[in-house]
């Protein structure tokens, strides 16, 4: 086709999505709804997996040396622990010497008589470390135990709590794919079902065109142009609609939350993500109204 | 120019819809279709723009030969042919002009040449002044005018109409059998199905008569005649 022909197509589609009003407005609701829930579930579960992931990095891998260490085994120790961190296997850690640890002993023992006859000597040191990625845990315990200050024994990390966040992250995820596999269905089915309607309104149309002598791609251009607005239109709509109504759910979740004492829930704001969901509305759009257009008008070309 | 060897279509409810067709058309000529309704005529015409395939037998037209013809050619034949219908067919939401255009616009004409060819058309079926009209805010006679603009502006070699006047008073389907004469006078075949009985015995054109399917009778210089 030349590309004279495609301008002009392309303008007629155009022009059809104003001339029949009434469908394209049928078409964009059907587009926004589904894109608007898209939005709202995809930021719900977006907001729970970056309160989870953040949840999973106050684990903490705390380990003791042993009692009776040199101090040539204190120091490689504390350079391992250096170096994780200068490499950025280790976002942070604290460190607590004997003597802390006596101190802390005692501030923390009902019973002062338990104290008497030891001194911070009796005590060991220990490092509590958030690893920048928890689930390097397991590689990052065996490099510990490879060193001899370090009593294998006295390595604890909240394993079974890790692997239930990480299963309620994985949960979502799937939940998040699920979704958006359903809800594009959907409106695939939706849409081509409000175009089929247009088409067939139009069938008239298309069979006067093949009368004529049109081809299928003459007829079917203007069709999936005309789905193509429509999807962006949609998405354009759904994409404000989101910000708006996410706007009100944090404010909501916030008030409802500060109410009962929970302050530490962490709602991203709408800016974080705007221009990925523009993006996935935008891209889901203009698919679904590509889709449905071919899909409807194809029936109608076997004349 | 057109060549029906032994044709027959029943259609898949068992309908005959002809029977044992065979004859030949010649370039230039004007040939007149009669028969009672249910005869046939359409499905004459169908098989000719290929919109119908025969069951047994072929159809040639323009060189193409109908029979297990790929679908991607049909486009190609339609455009060697005018069509006009007794129902008009126009674009709803296209002008009288951007209708006529159509048919320039799917052979990928310059757009120069659309400019020019379209107003030709109009202006020889009597239409000039309507050229921005919608079909809807025309008259049955002018929209079939229309019609037969469209059907023109590329130049067909053939030109079939099925029942044009069908729908037309008795001086519109005049008027419309003269254009369609005079389109003929310029080498254009003309096929025109009817029974329209007092046209047909004016003109004095060639004359297929179809019954339940079957040839009848096919004169030179016909007329409408053994009805009923
Ligand atoms: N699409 C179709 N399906 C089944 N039967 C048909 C179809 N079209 C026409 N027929 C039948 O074929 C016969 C011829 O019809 P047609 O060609 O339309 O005749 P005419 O145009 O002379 O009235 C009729 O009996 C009609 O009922
Ligand atoms: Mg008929």
Redesign the interface.
């Known amino acids: 086709m030349k590309i004279r022909t495609l301008r002009l197509l392309t303008r007629e589609g155009a022009a059809n999505v104003y001339k029949n009003k009434l469908m394209s407005a049928a078409s964009m609701v059907t587009i926004t709804t589904t894109l608007f829930i898209l939005g709202l579930v995809l930021l719900i579960i977006v907001n729970v997996i970056t309160n989870l992931e953040a949840k999973k990095r106050d684990l903490q891998v705390k380990f003791y040396l042993r009692v009776e260490t040199t101090r040539l085994e204190q120091e490689e120790v504390a350079i391992f622990i250096e170096n994780c961190r200068a490499t950025g296997v280790v976002t942070a850690y604290e460190y607590e010497s004997r003597e802390q640890a006596y101190e802390n002993a005692k501030k923390n023992l009902q019973n002062e008589s338990l104290m008497e006859g030891l001194t911070p000597d009796n005590f060991s040191e220990g490092y509590f470390v958030t690893l920048a990625n928890p689930n390097d845990s397991d590689q990052f315990i065996a490099k510990l135990k490879l060193l001899s200050g370090v009593n294998p024994k006295w390595i604890t990390y909240p394993k079974q709590e890790l692997e239930r966040i990480t299963g309620i992250v994985r949960v979502f995820n799937y939940a998040a794919i699920f979704v958006l596999v359903v809800l594009m269905v959907i409106s695939i089915l939706l849409i081509s079902n409000t175009i089929r309607l247009t088409v067939f309104a139009r069938r008239k149309e298309i069979e006067i065109m093949k009368y004529v002598g049109a081809n299928d791609w003459f007829i079917r251009f203007p069709f999936i142009i005309e789905g193509m607005i429509i999807g962006l239109l949609g998405a354009l709509l759904a994409y404000l609609l989101t910000s708006q109504a996410y706007g009100w759910i944090v404010d909501g979740l916030n008030n409802l939350f500060s109410s009962i004492m929970i302050t530490n829930l962490e709602l991203m704001k709408f800016d974080q993500f705007a221009i990925r969901i523009l993006v996935v509305n935008i891209i889901f759009g203009m698919t679904i109204g590509v889709i449905g257009s071919f899909m409807s008008v194809k029936k109608h070309l076997d004349v | 120019m057109i060549k029906f060897v032994d044709t027959t279509k029943i259609y898949s409810n068992g309908a005959v819809g002809v029977k044992n067709i065979t004859l030949s058309i010649e370039k230039g000529e004007f040939v007149f279709v009669i028969g009672a309704s249910g005869s046939g005529k359409s499905t004459f015409l169908k098989l000719i723009?290929h919109?119908e395939t025969p069951t047994e037998g072929e159809v040639y037209v323009n060189g193409y030969s109908v029979h297990n013809m790929p679908r991607?050619e049909i486009?190609?034949?339609?455009?060697s042919?005018g069509?006009v219908f007794q129902d008009f067919?126009?674009?709803?939401?296209k002008t009288a002009y951007e209708n006529v255009a159509?048919?320039m616009?799917?052979?990928?004409a310059l757009?120069r040449e659309i400019r020019r060819q379209v107003p030709l058309a109009l202006g020889l079926v009597g239409l000039s002044k309507k050229a921005k009209a919608y079909p809807g805010q025309l008259s049955g006679g002018e929209q079939q005018r229309v019609v037969l603009a469209?059907a023109l502006v590329n130049n067909p070699a053939v030109l079939i109409a099925d029942e044009p006047t069908g729908n037309l008073d008795p001086k519109t389907s005049l008027e419309i059998m003269d254009l369609l004469d005079e389109i003929n006078q310029r080498g254009t075949t003309v096929i025109v199905a009817t029974h329209e009985k007092s046209i047909v015995d004016a003109m004095k054109k060639r004359v297929i008569m179809l019954d339940r399917g079957e040839l009848v009778s096919d004169v030179k210089r016909g007329q409408y005649t053994n009805e009923d």
């Open positions: 723009m919109e991607s486009p190609y034949l339609r455009r042919l069509v067919r126009l674009l709803p939401n159509f048919a616009q799917i052979v990928e757009p469209r």
